[in-house]
T-cell receptor
Framework: EDKVVQSPLSLVVHEGDTVTLNCSYE??????LLWYKQEKKAPTFLFML????IEKKSGRLSSILDKKELFSILNITATQTGDSAIYLC?????????????????FGTGTRLQVTL | DTGVSQDPRHKITKRGQNVTFRCDPI?????LYWYRQTLGQGPEFLTY????????KSRLLSDRFSAERPKGSFSTLEIQRTEQGDSAMYLC??????????????FGPGTRLTVT
């Protein structure tokens, strides 16, 4: 069964700290890994990673994928209270090897990040 | 606003009633997905459309659930004879979909269903 595991489950840091969130996966027919930020509403897209070792960066957030070790990390530097949210990792499966799986996303349970003053 | 929209945003219903939710995807997106999210969990896949064709349904989708996308644009998700276990956030997402590359999915604001 396809599985996505995130750690830690929750994290409390002080404003200005740097955090690293982890996502490991065991899936067949990997296509891409996506990170989303979820506040009190729907997930907001952050990054999509398809190739190993290529860092994606957006402001204070960055992410990288290791397809050999089957994990990804999401880094947030100089955290702010507005970064408080649940960060979701999801894996997309390839439709080509097993057409029955389409391109649905399999999500982890998320990491709840709280940034305090 | 050109993002994914969902209606209603909240729905409270009594057990046994039928409910229908609507999703309007981003206009140029040909793929549309429905997910369900309960407290403390990530979204779980329910079903997926490419244009008007429903290409996959999760085992989570019992026969009380039906989804349509009649003209390949908006979609509806109907739950018949609702049960308390159906209480959840129902999320719709859309994406482009062409062979040979991956596309990110963009989510709507969700419909929160409470079954009393």
């Amino acid at each position: 069964e396809d599985k996505v595991v995130q750690s830690p489950l929750s994290l409390v840091v002080h404003e200005g700290d740097t955090v690293t969130l982890n996502c490991s996966y065991e899936v067949t027919n990997f296509r891409s890994l996506l990170w989303y930020k979820q506040e009190k509403k729907a997930p907001t897209f952050l990054f999509m990673l398809t190739s190993s070792g290529i860092e994606k960066k957006s402001g204070r957030l960055s992410s990288i994928l290791d397809k050999k070790e089957l994990f990804s990390i999401l880094n947030i530097t100089a955290t702010q209270t507005g970064d408080s949210a649940i960060y979701l990792c999801a894996v997309e499966l390839s439709p080509y090897i097993n057409t029955g799986t389409a391109s649905k996303l399999t999500f982890g349970t998320g990491t709840r990040l709280q940034v305090t003053l | 606003d050109t993002g994914v929209s969902q209606d209603p945003r909240h729905k409270i219903t009594k057990r046994g009633q039928n409910v229908t939710f609507r999703c309007d995807p981003i206009s140029e997106h040909n793929r549309l997905y429905w997910y369900r999210q309960t407290l403390g969990q990530g979204p779980e896949f329910l079903t997926y459309f490419q244009n008007e064709a429903q290409l996959e349904k999760s085992r989570l989708l019992s026969d009380r659930f039906s989804a349509e996308r009649p003209k390949g644009s908006f979609s509806t998700l109907e739950i018949q004879r609702t049960e308390q276990g159906d209480s959840a956030m129902y999320l719709c997402a859309s994406s482009l979909g062409r062979q040979g590359r991956a596309y990110e999915q963009y989510f709507g604001p969700g419909t929160r269903l409470t079954v009393t």
